[in-house]
């Protein structure tokens, strides 16, 4: 083994090492249980080191660089059918090495004081590492059937994560539905795996990218549209979103770490794997396209009226997936990446933000009851909080800077990611397969932008600004304020390092034209995109740069409009009032977002009661009356010949001499005749 | 060597004498658990010494002399790549199912382990057997433990199940019986010196060639046989009422074991002897395949029994492996006997789990659970693993057994239709809908039940039995290559020779006199009458 894949395979086997360890240990060892501070060393170990080797790789790493492949053993070998346990490192699974190490260290940092007094201590630290084992595999893996292995070991991982606390049943029910829905998913990904094979005999990256001839151009389409789907139910999108939302049930570093920044940009991170046979399929961009901005759209209209504060969050994230996948079906892959990378920074940052915030809330309850004051409320709630910026000074500024950021307000990360992305959709309008469409889903993307805004400073003016809700609301719990405190380092560490990153982030993928219209020759000021251009297979950008300059002012006029508005209505931390009031001027509207739209119920009613019904009332009654009812009947039928021939066989010797001489006269009759 | 497979076959009826000689309960456990380790053991030097790169014949061959003069009917047995996996499959099990039962079966303790013993025996006896005579032997013989086991130490409704169980799958066989005794005279026919042959080794090969008309009804014949065993849908109504009503062990040897004896059954027997039919008929039995899939998994969705709901996964489950069969193509076979053993182990898993639960509580209905995955965490982790790897989580068996099968179909020559193999993959989404929903009703909220609360957490015996397999489940998942080599030289030979044969017997079906609708069904137009007709 050279340096390079024992540096590989230690990125992927570190984490595993960790979660065997917590794992078993934790599982056979009550002494060693209580030993937190080794378990959350082990685990954050486990995690800082791969990060520190992909930093090294990526240091290593030129834009020319060839990838470094890992070739650990042959996985399975049959007839023609050979896939290896081997790994790639190349420029585009570096970056997401990156985040889902680095960010996912801050992650497992800050859980360690979240997840401090709960009993499942060590056994959520190692589902955290078996998670970040699996999203390594997922993202490194050379092949798609490892990265499948990766991308259903994930989905696992949530399904654990999310009913963490499963003794509480609709916790479970969320999970459940989570890993139920990503099957659906999951389905249609083996389906286009067969189909790749079929055509390309292999399932290798590199094999499948350099042989797309081999593969009929229908056969692209359907394989393209496959992997959409499989990447619906994993990323979220309509339709199979709707499982994202429940997740939030999990505990809130999960949500961060797995339901905002790594896992649900897998289904990015493999369309952008395969973009040249993606871009080869027009038709499938297009749906891409349409589907990523519907969602984007109806998730945002869906964020502004809950008011769970992990909801919000959770209706964001579906929003922003959906900007991800605009990009891709914009042929826009960096900027998807490069909005995978902003959104990692500013969304952990929201969700561990929002941590700190329940944290709060949960002391303050957790108080109360100490008082002897049986107060009950939900920690989640919005309209408890209120004025908590003078209490917990750290959580507000990192949640404003990264409130800032996901709003798309220069100079912050997700500005230039989210701009980026809205001038490729509107450059996509000028390619011949439907382009004028492409003009529409622009402006889907400007209103979703204003809505995003208007919806997170809603949230944060909601949370941080005006007056303590709780006391006001709830007579018993005045005083309740005094419970209040900012959480403690190893929680706001985190919360400092993402901010940060919020800020900066977005710097990695400036716009070549800020320059290159002042100097009036090319620039390549972008590095993101110099860093991507040999693995993926961006559309040429070909607007002017006066029509650059105007798509960035207005994107940053929305953005600053959504703020303002948010601002009227909630900057004193008005939030019922406000909400009143928009549901009395949207009406209808209004009521459809806050039921969100009805798509749990539209399934359930249309799928899942229907098919469980059918299978009880129906088949499983059809197996025991007919099926083997036929079978009884057979047997019954052979029962009656017995019953009748048993006459016969009456034990008395003359009746059956009798029957000897009437049968030899029949014989004898017959052969006489 | 030869000799220390067959020292492996019946060293569990030296058991079995133990028993009947020391006359004690626990000296019979002992006894019991101590031949079946030993054969485990044993089979282990079979498979170190098993050569992988071997091709043709099967190893460790013992031929006995023909029994009847003339008639070409002898002991044959020994192993090949299509049986090696399984027969090992079966001596791990050994060991396990008398632990299984170590504390839980109370009453007719000798006549309960000489049964194991017995069967034990007779399932080696059935996957080494190359001779047909033999092998009906040994199949008609694993009945007779069964039906015991099931019918003393079983639940409530034993009778009906047992009854049911050896009616049905008697019924079977004894077509199948008929079937053989017609091959074995035609077989002899075209021999010199004999006037009967059993022997796999000359029907399986090219030399013997059977017309199309005796084909189909021999096929039939066979087939159905072997699809009750399986059982394929529709023939599956036996199974869960024998599940259900079986004590933990006979579950066990029932799903792990006796229901490959079909499935094996048509890979040894009906492919390579009958190629033709068996392509023929592919898509129909395809088809049963997929319609059991979806259709054993929609049932086992709604049990409230927790052994049913596995019994009609079984359903489900083996619904794959007959596909796979049926897709005659190297990686949907490789697939199929990779996913005979997967199931083996997974379901194998979730029948003693369900034992142990039931063993602590004695009901197994889902509602008398709930909430208890914190009481006895070790017990549930056990029971998550079996679940994952039952519902095909890559990284576990069952994933690699599936994935093989349904790749091999999707791309499949003899069933060409894609649908196949997508509405298969549409049981992998159903498996998790009903082992999870499951799961969680059994494990997860609050504590449902106050008995409940003092559940005890599986003890170093259950722990011990469940482990290999557990390890076998993640190193199948892991490492599949080192289990799949043992059958590729000969599952490769095995569909090249019936290729070959079956386009031999369809050229040749050309210069005779065919009825309709064997030349329908087969698609093969008589030369001669063209000929004529074009003149």
Avoid at chain 1, 312 to 321: D, E, F, W
Avoid at chain 2, 32 to 39: F, M, P
Avoid at chain 2, 93 to 111: E, F, Q, Y
Avoid at chain 2, 273 to 291: D, H, K
Wanted: aromatic share 14%; charged share 15%; hydrophobic share 55%.
């Amino acid at each position: 083994m050279d340096s390079a894949t024992t540096l590989t395979s230690l990125i992927i086997i570190l984490p595993l090492v960790g979660f065997l360890i917590n794992g078993l240990m934790g599982l056979s060892s009550d002494s060693f249980r209580e030993r937190k501070g080794m378990i959350g060393a082990i685990a954050n170990l486990s995690v800082f080191i791969p990060f520190v080797i992909a930093v090294y790789f990526f240091l290593n790493m030129g834009q020319e660089t060839a990838p470094v492949i890992a070739e650990l053993f042959t996985w399975i070998d049959v007839g023609t059918l050979s896939v290896d346990i081997a790994y790639q490192i190349d420029q585009l699974s570096i970056v997401m090495t990156l985040v889902v190490t680095g960010v996912g260290f801050l992650i497992h940092l800050y859980s360690i004081g979240y997840m401090w007094h709960d009993d499942g201590y060590w056994k959520f630290f190692a589902y955290l590492n078996l998670f970040i084992f699996a999203m390594l595999n997922l993202v490194l893996a050379d092949n798609l059937l490892l990265l499948f292995l990766g991308w259903e070991g994930v989905g696992l991982c949530s399904y654990l994560l999310i009913g963490f606390w499963y003794t509480d049943m609709a916790k479970s029910d969320a999970a459940k539905k989570a890993f139920l829905y990503n099957r659906v998913g999951d389905f249609a990904f083996l389906v286009a795996m067969f189909m790749t094979f079929q055509f390309v005999g292999s399932l290798q990256f590199d094999v499948i990218l350099s042989n797309l001839d081999a593969i009929p151009s229908d056969a692209k389409f359907w394989i393209g549209l496959l992997m959409f789907i499989g990447a619906t139910g994993k990323s979220a999108q309509i339709p199979l979103f709707v499982w994202l939302p429940d997740a939030m049930a999990g505990p809130t570093s999960v949500s961060a770490l797995i339901h905002a920044a790594t896992m649900v940009t897998s289904g990015i991170y493999l369309i952008s794997r395969l973009s040249p046979m993606f871009v080869m399929s027009p038709e499938v961009m297009v749906i891409i396209a349409a589907i990523g901005a519907l969602t984007a759209i109806v998730a945002a209209t869906i964020a502004l009226t809950q008011n769970d504060i992990k909801g919000v969050l959770a209706y964001s994230t579906v929003s922003q997936l959906g900007y991800m996948f605009l990009a891709l079906g914009s042929g826009a892959f960096t900027a998807a990446i490069f909005h995978v990378v902003t959104h990692a920074f500013f969304k952990a940052c929201l969700f561990l933000g929002s941590g700190s915030v329940i944290h709060a809330m949960e002391h303050v309850e957790h108080g109360l009851h100490e008082e002897g004051k049986e107060v009950h409320f939900d920690p989640q709630d919005m309209r408890f909080m209120g004025g908590l910026k003078e209490y917990m000074p750290s959580t507000y500024k990192t949640f404003l800077i990264a409130t800032v950021a996901i709003a798309g307000i220069p100079p912050l990360a997700g500005f230039f990611s989210k701009d980026e992305i809205l001038a490729f959709t509107f450059n996509a309008g000028f390619t011949e397969f439907a382009g004028p469409l492409y003009f529409l889903l622009w402006g889907v993307g400007i209103i979703t932008a204003f809505l995003t805004a208007f919806y997170m400073f809603r949230l944060t003016f909601g949370t941080f600004n005006g007056s303590f809700k709780l006391p006001e609301k709830i007579e018993e719990a005045a005083g309740a304020e005094k419970h209040l405190h900012e959480s403690p380092s190893t929680m706001t560490i985190p919360l400092w390092a993402l901010g940060g990153l919020s800020v900066v982030g977005g710097f990695i993928g400036i716009p070549n034209f800020l320059v290159s219209t002042f100097t009036h020759e090319e620039a390549h000021i972008n590095l993101l995109h110099n860093w991507l251009h040999t693995v993926t297979a961006d559309y040429e950008l070909g607007l002017s740069h006066s029509l650059e300059w105007a798509l960035l002012v207005i994107s940053v006029l929305v953005a600053v409009a959504g703020l303002y508005v948010a601002y009227r209505l909630y900057g004193s931390g008005a939030t019922e009032e406000s909400d009143a009031r928009l549901a009395g001027r949207y009406g209808v509207f209004y009521e459809t977002w806050k039921e969100k739209y009805s798509l749990d119920e539209f399934y359930e009613g249309l799928v899942v009661h229907p098919l469980v019904r059918f299978s009880d009332k129906g088949l499983a009654k059809f197996d025991m009356k007919f099926v083997d009812g036929i079978v009884n009947a057979v047997g019954g039928i052979i029962r009656l010949f017995g019953s009748v021939f048993r006459y016969a066989q009456t034990g008395v010797a003359s009746s059956y001499a009798l029957a000897l001489v009437v049968g030899v006269l029949i014989v004898l009759s017959l052969l006489i005749l | 060597m030869q000799l220390l497979l067959n020292i492996c076959i019946y060293l569990p009826l030296a058991g079995i004498a133990g028993i009947l000689v020391a006359r004690n309960d626990k000296a019979t456990k002992w006894i019991s658990l101590v031949t079946t380790a030993l054969t485990f053991l044993l089979s282990l030097l079979l498979i170190f010494n098993f050569d992988i790169s071997a091709s043709g014949t099967a190893q460790f061959l013992t031929e006995g002399a023909p029994i009847i003069e003339g008639m070409d009917i002898k002991y044959l047995v020994g192993l090949d790549g299509l049986s090696l996996l399984l027969f090992m499959l079966t001596t791990l099990m050994g060991p396990i199912v008398i632990l299984s039962s170590w504390n839980s079966v109370k009453k007719h303790l000798a006549g309960y382990y000489a049964m194991l013993l017995l069967l034990q025996t007779a399932s080696m006896g059935v996957f080494a057997s190359l001779d047909l005579i033999v092998f009906y032997v040994f199949f008609e013989l694993s009945l007779i433990p069964m039906y015991f086991l099931i019918g003393i130490w079983g639940g409530e409704g034993r009778i009906h199940a047992t009854v049911k169980f050896f009616i049905y799958t008697l019924v079977g066989s004894l077509i199948m019986l008929v079937g053989l005794i017609y091959l074995g005279y035609d077989a002899g026919s075209v021999m010199e010196g004999v006037r009967f042959s059993t022997d796999w080794r000359f029907l399986s090969s090219g030399a013997y060639q059977i017309g199309l008309v005796e084909q189909t009804y021999l096929f039939a014949a066979f087939a159905l046989a072997f699809c009750i065993k399986v059982p394929l849908f529709p023939f599956h109504t036996w199974l869960p009422y024998a599940h259900t009503e079986a004590p933990t062990a006979g579950s066990v040897v029932l799903a792990a074991i006796m229901l490959k004896m079909g499935t094996y059954g048509l890979l040894r027997v009906c492919l390579p002897i009958f190629p033709n039919a068996f392509a023929e008929f592919a898509p129909y039995m395809g088809a049963l395949a997929v319609v059991g899939i979806i259709y054993g998994a929609l049932v086992a969705m709604v049990q409230k029994d927790v052994k049913k709901l596995v019994a009609y996964s079984s359903v489900s489950h083996l619904g794959f492996v007959v596909l796979g069969l049926f897709a005659v193509n190297t990686i949907s076979v490789q697939g199929a006997l990779l996913q005979m053993v997967n199931h083996g182990l997974s379901t194998g898993a979730l029948f003693l789990i369900v034992g142990m639960i039931y063993d602590r509580r004695h009901t197994r209905m889902i509602d008398d659970f709930g909430g208890i995955a914190k009481v006895i965490p070790v017990f549930a982790v056990m029971f998550m693993i079996a679940t994952l790897a039952s519902i095909g989580l890559p990284g576990l068996n069952g994933f690699i057994g599936e994935f093989l099968i349904l790749n091999g179909a999707f791309n499949s020559e003899i069933i060409p239709q894609n649908a196949f193999a997508v509405f298969a993959a549409l049981g992998v989404i159903l498996a998790a809908v009903y082992m999870l929903w499951m799961y969680q009703r059994v494990m997860f909220g609050p504590l449902k039940h106050k008995v409940n609360e003092k559940l005890q957490d599986l003890n170093a015996r259950e722990i011990g039995i469940l482990v290999p397999l557990v390890i076998l489940m993640f190193w199948i998942g892991i490492r599949p290559v080192d289990f799949t080599q043992y059958s590729e030289v000969q599952v490769n030979e095995l569909l090249e020779a019936s290729q070959e044969k079956r386009l031999a017997i369809e050229q040749s079906a050309k210069a005779e006199e065919l009825p309709e609708w064997a030349s329908a069904l087969y698609d093969v137009t008589n030369e001669l009458a063209s000929q004529t007709k074009n003149r």
